[in-house]
């Protein structure tokens, strides 16, 4: 499967599972819990997945979507959001330390 191929893939796919958190979003507040854990626990993670691998690969994507479901189960979700931060702070840093390393 060539790059192109596999990005356009990803990217159908992304917007795919982009419209349950559009449901989420609109529904009346009496469906929320319908939705909630289709959202949660399925659509986020393969956004993430889909996401992070179009842009840094499928072992920052993997890395993410683990990072992201073992913090949101165990301390919620603002906590989930700033992990992904970290992983973010994390993968540059490593970037630029390996630059200059091959300096």
Known sequence: MS??????VLRWIHLLFA???IGYVYSPFA???NYAP???FVSIPVLI??????????????IGVALWLG????AGYGAAIL?????FIARK??????????N
Do not use: D, H
């Open 31 to 33: 469906e929320l819990p």
């Open 93 to 102: 840093i490593w970037l630029v330390v390996r630059a200059r390393q091959s």
């Open 19 to 21: 419209i349950p958190i």
């Open 38 to 40: 289709i959202v949660r």
């Open 49 to 62: 997945l889909s996401g992070y691998w179009m842009y840094a690969g499928v072992v920052f994507a993997a």
């Open 83 to 87: 992990s992904q931060i970290a992983l």
């Open 71 to 74: 913090v949101y189960l165990l």
């Open 3 to 8: 790059n192109a191929t596999k990005r356009s």
